[in-house]
Protein backbone atom coordinates (compact mmCIF):
# COMPACT_ATOMS: atom_id res chain seq x y z
CA UNK A 1 0.00 0.00 0.00
CA UNK A 2 1.19 3.44 -0.89
CA UNK A 3 2.05 5.16 2.43
CA UNK A 4 0.67 8.48 1.50
CA UNK A 5 -2.87 6.99 0.22
CA UNK A 6 -4.90 8.37 2.76
CA UNK A 7 -3.41 11.63 2.95
CA UNK A 8 -5.02 14.98 0.64
CA UNK A 9 -1.89 15.85 -1.03
CA UNK A 10 -2.34 18.28 -3.93
CA UNK A 11 -2.09 15.81 -7.63
CA UNK A 12 -0.12 18.39 -8.63
CA UNK A 13 3.33 16.86 -7.36
CA UNK A 14 2.60 14.25 -10.58
CA UNK A 15 3.75 17.67 -12.74
CA UNK A 16 7.09 17.79 -11.23
CA UNK A 17 8.01 14.27 -12.93
CA UNK A 18 7.73 16.35 -16.45
CA UNK A 19 10.18 19.23 -15.08
CA UNK A 20 13.54 18.33 -16.97
CA UNK A 21 15.38 21.72 -17.49
CA UNK A 22 17.00 23.73 -14.60
CA UNK A 23 16.53 27.25 -14.15
CA UNK A 24 18.73 30.18 -12.91
CA UNK A 25 17.25 30.66 -9.12
CA UNK A 26 15.79 34.11 -9.31
CA UNK A 27 17.92 35.05 -6.00
CA UNK A 28 21.70 33.93 -7.06
CA UNK A 29 21.01 33.06 -10.30
CA UNK A 30 22.89 28.93 -9.60
CA UNK A 31 21.27 26.34 -11.93
CA UNK A 32 18.85 24.84 -10.14
CA UNK A 33 15.85 21.93 -10.67
CA UNK A 34 12.61 22.77 -8.50
CA UNK A 35 13.83 25.12 -6.03
CA UNK A 36 16.91 26.72 -5.02
CA UNK A 37 18.18 24.51 -1.33
CA UNK A 38 20.03 27.50 -0.61
CA UNK A 39 18.25 30.42 -0.87
CA UNK A 40 14.35 28.64 -0.37
CA UNK A 41 12.90 30.01 -3.67
CA UNK A 42 10.68 27.99 -5.61
CA UNK A 43 11.90 28.05 -9.57
CA UNK A 44 9.45 30.34 -11.65
CA UNK A 45 8.33 27.73 -13.68
CA UNK A 46 6.85 25.57 -10.43
CA UNK A 47 5.29 28.56 -8.92
CA UNK A 48 2.03 28.21 -9.80
CA UNK A 49 1.96 24.17 -9.19
CA UNK A 50 3.01 24.13 -5.63
CA UNK A 51 0.78 24.49 -3.01
CA UNK A 52 1.44 26.57 0.33
CA UNK A 53 0.14 26.17 3.50
CA UNK A 54 -0.46 28.62 6.65
CA UNK A 55 0.58 26.73 9.70
CA UNK A 56 -1.71 27.25 13.04
CA UNK A 57 2.47 27.63 14.94
CA UNK A 58 5.19 28.94 14.15
CA UNK A 59 8.51 26.04 13.10
CA UNK A 60 12.43 27.25 13.75
CA UNK A 61 14.50 24.38 12.23
CA UNK A 62 17.91 24.41 13.14
CA UNK A 63 19.95 22.88 10.71
CA UNK A 64 23.66 20.96 11.20
CA UNK A 65 26.23 23.12 9.29
CA UNK A 66 27.53 19.93 7.55
CA UNK A 67 24.28 18.44 6.60
CA UNK A 68 24.53 18.26 2.97
CA UNK A 69 21.32 20.82 1.85
CA UNK A 70 20.88 18.85 -0.86
CA UNK A 71 19.23 15.96 1.08
CA UNK A 72 17.61 18.10 3.47
CA UNK A 73 13.87 17.85 3.68
CA UNK A 74 13.81 20.91 5.88
CA UNK A 75 13.80 23.03 3.05
CA UNK A 76 10.19 21.43 2.14
CA UNK A 77 8.71 23.30 4.95
CA UNK A 78 10.10 26.63 4.51
CA UNK A 79 9.37 26.57 0.30
CA UNK A 80 5.76 25.39 1.32
CA UNK A 81 5.04 27.57 4.31
CA UNK A 82 7.14 30.30 3.88
CA UNK A 83 5.20 32.67 6.40
CA UNK A 84 5.79 30.15 9.18
CA UNK A 85 9.23 28.23 8.60
CA UNK A 86 12.62 29.59 9.57
CA UNK A 87 15.48 27.56 9.24
CA UNK A 88 18.91 28.44 11.13
CA UNK A 89 22.48 27.35 10.13
CA UNK A 90 23.91 26.12 13.33
CA UNK A 91 25.33 27.61 15.63
CA UNK A 92 23.11 30.39 14.33
CA UNK A 93 19.88 29.82 16.50
CA UNK A 94 16.84 32.03 16.76
CA UNK A 95 16.07 33.87 19.44
CA UNK A 96 12.86 34.36 21.33
CA UNK A 97 11.48 36.81 23.78
CA UNK A 98 9.59 35.93 27.09
CA UNK A 99 6.42 35.95 25.07
CA UNK A 100 7.23 32.87 23.28
CA UNK A 101 6.00 30.06 24.07
CA UNK A 102 9.02 27.45 22.67
CA UNK A 103 8.79 23.43 22.46
CA UNK A 104 11.69 21.52 21.32
CA UNK A 105 10.30 18.22 19.05
CA UNK A 106 12.81 15.27 20.04
CA UNK A 107 12.61 12.37 21.45
CA UNK A 108 15.00 12.96 24.52
CA UNK A 109 14.71 10.99 28.10
CA UNK A 110 12.86 13.80 29.80
CA UNK A 111 10.20 14.46 26.53
CA UNK A 112 6.81 13.97 27.07
CA UNK A 113 4.41 13.81 24.50
CA UNK A 114 2.29 16.84 23.66
CA UNK A 115 -1.02 15.73 25.25
CA UNK A 116 0.88 15.35 28.48
CA UNK A 117 2.31 18.59 27.71
CA UNK A 118 -0.54 20.70 26.99
CA UNK A 119 -2.61 18.77 30.29
CA UNK A 120 0.14 19.92 32.14
CA UNK A 121 0.14 23.60 30.51
CA UNK A 122 -3.54 24.01 31.42
CA UNK A 123 -3.34 22.82 35.03
CA UNK A 124 -0.60 25.34 35.66
CA UNK A 125 -2.97 27.97 33.71
CA UNK A 126 -5.79 26.73 35.83
CA UNK A 127 -3.61 27.39 39.30
CA UNK A 128 -2.21 30.57 38.24
CA UNK A 129 -5.53 31.52 37.49
CA UNK A 130 -4.68 34.14 34.80
CA UNK A 131 -7.30 34.68 32.52
CA UNK A 132 -7.75 31.37 32.11
CA UNK A 133 -7.47 30.70 27.78
CA UNK A 134 -6.93 26.75 27.12
CA UNK A 135 -6.51 27.07 23.48
CA UNK A 136 -3.17 25.88 21.67
CA UNK A 137 -1.77 29.00 20.85
CA UNK A 138 -1.78 30.21 24.34
CA UNK A 139 0.13 27.40 25.34
CA UNK A 140 2.90 26.44 22.23
CA UNK A 141 3.69 29.43 19.81
CA UNK A 142 6.86 27.99 18.41
CA UNK A 143 7.64 23.88 18.01
CA UNK A 144 12.08 23.87 17.02
CA UNK A 145 13.10 21.16 15.22
CA UNK A 146 17.02 19.83 14.48
CA UNK A 147 17.39 18.94 10.95
CA UNK A 148 20.51 16.58 11.26
CA UNK A 149 21.77 13.15 11.30
CA UNK A 150 20.83 11.06 14.43
CA UNK A 151 24.78 11.52 15.96
CA UNK A 152 25.05 15.03 14.69
CA UNK A 153 22.02 16.05 16.61
CA UNK A 154 23.73 15.12 19.66
CA UNK A 155 25.66 18.00 19.55
CA UNK A 156 23.42 20.58 18.76
CA UNK A 157 21.42 19.03 21.80
CA UNK A 158 24.08 20.36 24.23
CA UNK A 159 24.15 23.52 23.65
CA UNK A 160 22.71 25.81 26.82
CA UNK A 161 20.28 27.79 24.56
CA UNK A 162 18.14 24.73 24.26
CA UNK A 163 18.50 23.28 27.73
CA UNK A 164 15.89 24.80 29.44
CA UNK A 165 13.10 23.98 26.44
CA UNK A 166 10.56 21.79 26.81
CA UNK A 167 11.22 18.92 24.33
CA UNK A 168 8.49 16.64 23.23
CA UNK A 169 8.45 13.37 21.68
CA UNK A 170 6.08 12.41 18.97
CA UNK A 171 4.08 9.30 18.48
CA UNK A 172 5.83 6.55 16.84
CA UNK A 173 5.22 6.49 13.00
CA UNK A 174 7.31 4.76 10.55
CA UNK A 175 9.45 6.70 8.59
CA UNK A 176 9.25 6.89 4.49
CA UNK A 177 12.80 8.07 4.21
CA UNK A 178 15.01 6.72 1.72
CA UNK A 179 18.15 7.89 2.68
CA UNK A 180 19.52 5.39 5.18
CA UNK A 181 21.30 6.85 8.02
CA UNK A 182 23.68 4.16 10.08
CA UNK A 183 22.66 3.47 13.25
CA UNK A 184 19.05 5.17 13.22
CA UNK A 185 15.67 3.08 13.67
CA UNK A 186 13.02 2.87 11.83
CA UNK A 187 10.62 5.37 13.33
CA UNK A 188 13.69 7.66 13.09
CA UNK A 189 11.82 10.15 10.80
CA UNK A 190 12.70 12.78 8.15
CA UNK A 191 12.02 16.41 9.41
CA UNK A 192 9.10 17.17 6.98
CA UNK A 193 7.82 13.60 8.30
CA UNK A 194 8.41 14.96 12.03
CA UNK A 195 7.13 18.30 10.98
CA UNK A 196 3.75 16.62 9.52
CA UNK A 197 3.32 14.37 12.68
CA UNK A 198 3.44 17.12 14.93
CA UNK A 199 0.50 19.13 12.88
CA UNK A 200 -1.74 15.82 13.14
CA UNK A 201 -0.72 15.69 16.96
CA UNK A 202 -1.50 19.84 17.34
CA UNK A 203 -5.01 18.71 15.49
CA UNK A 204 -5.90 16.14 17.65
CA UNK A 205 -5.00 17.97 20.65
CA UNK A 206 -7.61 20.55 19.62
CA UNK A 207 -9.81 18.54 19.22
CA UNK A 208 -10.36 19.58 15.85
CA UNK A 209 -10.02 16.40 13.77
CA UNK A 210 -12.11 17.39 10.61
CA UNK A 211 -8.86 19.60 9.93
CA UNK A 212 -7.11 16.72 10.19
CA UNK A 213 -5.83 16.92 6.33
CA UNK A 214 -5.45 20.26 6.37
CA UNK A 215 -1.54 20.08 6.62
CA UNK A 216 -0.74 17.47 4.32
CA UNK A 217 0.75 19.20 1.96
CA UNK A 218 3.72 19.70 3.89
CA UNK A 219 4.83 16.50 2.39
CA UNK A 220 4.02 18.23 -1.37
CA UNK A 221 8.07 17.62 -2.50
CA UNK A 222 8.49 14.44 -0.19
CA UNK A 223 5.65 12.50 -2.06
CA UNK A 224 6.91 13.48 -5.25
CA UNK A 225 10.65 12.28 -4.18
CA UNK A 226 9.19 9.06 -2.73
CA UNK A 227 7.72 8.40 -5.83
CA UNK A 228 11.12 9.10 -8.48
CA UNK A 229 13.28 6.82 -5.57
CA UNK A 230 10.65 4.22 -6.11
CA UNK A 231 10.46 4.40 -10.15
CA UNK A 232 14.27 3.56 -9.74
CA UNK A 233 14.40 1.30 -7.05
CA UNK A 234 12.78 -1.67 -5.56
CA UNK A 235 11.26 -1.05 -2.61
CA UNK A 236 12.69 -3.75 -0.45
CA UNK A 237 16.21 -3.15 -2.03
CA UNK A 238 16.56 0.62 -0.31
CA UNK A 239 18.55 -0.12 2.80
CA UNK A 240 16.66 2.33 4.87
CA UNK A 241 13.38 0.55 5.01
CA UNK A 242 15.24 -2.59 6.13
CA UNK A 243 16.42 -0.93 8.79
CA UNK A 244 15.16 -2.38 12.32
CA UNK A 245 11.99 -1.05 13.82
CA UNK A 246 13.70 -0.59 17.18
CA UNK A 247 17.25 -0.78 17.60
ZN1 LIG B 1 19.45 30.56 -4.90
Redesign the pocket.
Known sequence: MNPFENLKISNQWRDLFHIDNRQP?T????S?KYF?Y??Y?INSDLENIIPRLKLPLKIDIIKHSREIPGKSTAIHAALLAPEDVAIYIYPDMPTYTKNDKVILVYPGKSSISLQEFYNKAKKQKKLNNDDFDDSFSEIITHALFIDSTWSQSKGILKDPKLSGLPCIKLQIRLSQFWRHQKGSPRWFLATIEAIHQLLIEYTLVENQTHLLNNYDNILFFFRFMYEKIHQLYEHEKLMSYRRPVNI
Not at 27 to 30: E, H, I, Q, V
Open positions: CNCSKRCTCT
